[in-house]
């Protein structure tokens, strides 16, 4: 049905998956529900919220920028959504070119919310200047069917302007408007102390090149309630599987490694969804690290926390919303200064919480700008999202696997045997398809017995040390 023959306004959200998608954790870490890291679902489940109204659907597009869509998404919906984060990067170049191919072919609104560049906190954007191409194409591409691009803060602000784009507005980022225009934090004890409960967040990159992993291990003999939450998807395989292939597992500081003593000790986690992540930080006192959304998590939950910032991305949104904040690099030359206590102390919660609603307006105001309603403006301030989410269980945070009990093998192995039966019957019906094709002589057949390498690798990977305890070899 074409969208003048419907009553109610589609509009299709970048995304890994749904809000309302319950996806088992060893399944969600096969999708990537993520798309690699799972800050992405805090501020599309926010931007989810905020433009479901009573006549408006929001249907996640699993992330892929398939440009032979194009058609059937000029057919079904009214409005392509596409929440940003540090897009202007040079890694994520080729996702930006593939994003505005599909773009381009595309008659609906196209309206991105937060992008931001990334370069250091000197706001130097010299390595960006071989992508500036790629960044004039896709910022055209979208301003020939919006009216503006909402950036993430000042710097991107300024990048922008400087290439001569003038319909630039900063609006922050969406996951920080989850509850619209409330947002109370307050500091829960007068001090922190060693029995106090932390949450401590970074990234491969912080840990193993600016620094970070000296905070996390002074931190971590200090207060013995810490608790490490990764973010990525390779932290979150290396928990549940204690699966080492991806490069991150080179960086054997970081507490979601197996070797790290935090992992034997449980103090690590990773989240699949938003709403969990939130709910578990509501018990904390505090949460500090080099992440942003891991941060902003916190911040929603109405827990304290500060960033160590180490790049423009969160430097600039920090600035934006008066998230307290320092410099990681400052902070690792005095590790002192960067204690849980001391960070706590000076936190100033005032203006991020006094400067929210005008924020916020800001916000829905570029969302009225480029055609787009908002429940807290047009419907019920997100009630009947809270209640759907609310009645829905979702998976528990991921921990490290230490225990070799009979569910947690089991749990594991079920899904790695259905996964072996359904790969045993995509390779037979292949060869039937090959063998229909006259093709089977030249064509290289797969035993069905056995999974494809990369799913054996990883069956084999999972039957390590934890299983060896298990069967009590010693090994």
Not at 143 to 165: D, H
Not at 421 to 432: F, V, Y
Request: with cysteine.
């Amino acid at each position: 049905m074409s969208s003048k023959e419907r009553s109610e306004k589609r509009i299709l959200l970048r995304s890994g998956k749904s809000p309302y998608d319950v996806v088992g954790v060893e399944e969600a870490l096969h999708r990537d529900v993520i798309a690699t890291n799972s800050g992405n679902l805090i501020f599309s489940d926010a931007a989810h919220k905020i433009l479901e109204t009573p006549g408006t659907e929001v249907v996640s597009n699993g992330m892929p920028s398939d440009v032979s869509a194009a058609g059937r998404i000029n057919e079904e919906y009214d409005a392509f959504v596409i929440p940003l984060a540090n897009a202007f990067r040079p890694s994520f170049e080729s996702a930006l070119k593939r994003m505005t191919r599909l773009i381009s072919k595309l008659r609906i609104p196209v309206v991105v919310l937060g992008v931001g560049a990334q370069t250091g906190v000197s706001y130097n954007p010299e390595r960006l200047k071989r992508m500036e191409p790629t960044v004039r194409e896709f910022c055209a591409a979208v301003l020939e069917r919006s009216a503006s691009i909402g950036v993430r803060g000042e710097f991107t602000e300024q990048y922008l302007k400087a290439m001569g784009f003038k319909d630039v507005e900063v609006i922050g980022c969406p996951s920080l408007f989850m509850h619209g225009d409330r947002l109370s934090v307050h500091k829960k004890a007068l001090e922190l102390t060693p029995e106090s409960r932390i949450a401590i967040n970074g990234s491969h990159s912080a840990v193993r090149a600016q620094g970070l992993d000296r905070i996390i291990t002074r931190t971590h003999e200090r207060y013995p309630y810490l608790r490490f939450v990764g973010q990525n998807l390779s932290d979150a395989r290396q928990l549940h599987w204690r699966d080492l292939s991806d490069p991150n597992a080179a960086v054997t500081a970081m507490p979601s490694h197996p070797d790290h003593p935090m992992y034997r000790e449980d103090k690590v986690r990773v989240y699949v969804d938003p709403i969990t992540w939130i709910d578990d930080l509501r018990s904390f006192d505090f949460s500090f690290g080099s992440r942003i959304h891991g941060n902003i998590a916190a911040l929603l939950a109405g827990t304290p926390a500060t960033v160590l910032c180490g790049d423009s991305r969160t430097l600039e949104l920090c600035r934006y919303f008066e998230i307290p904040h320092r410099r990681l690099d400052q902070a690792v030359k005095d590790p002192e200064s960067a204690d849980p206590a001391k960070l706590y102390a000076e936190a100033d919660f005032g203006g991020l919480v006094g400067g929210h609603r005008e924020r916020f307006e800001q916000f829905t105001g570029f969302l009225g700008r480029n055609g787009l309603e908002n429940t807290f403006t047009h419907g019920d301030g997100g009630a009947a999202f809270e209640e759907r989410m609310r009645s829905l269980t979702f998976p528990a945070g991921i921990r490290p696997w230490n225990e070799a009990d009979v569910a947690s093998l089991t749990s594991r192995f079920g899904w790695l045997h259905n996964r072996i039966d359904e790969l045993s019957l995509d390779n037979a019906r292949l060869q039937k398809d090959l063998a229909r094709a006259g093709s089977r002589a030249k064509a290289p057949v797969v035993s069905p017995a056995l999974p494809p390498a990369s799913v054996y690798r990883r069956a084999r990977r999972a039957v390590g040390r934890p299983i060896r305890r298990a069967l009590g070899t010693g090994q």
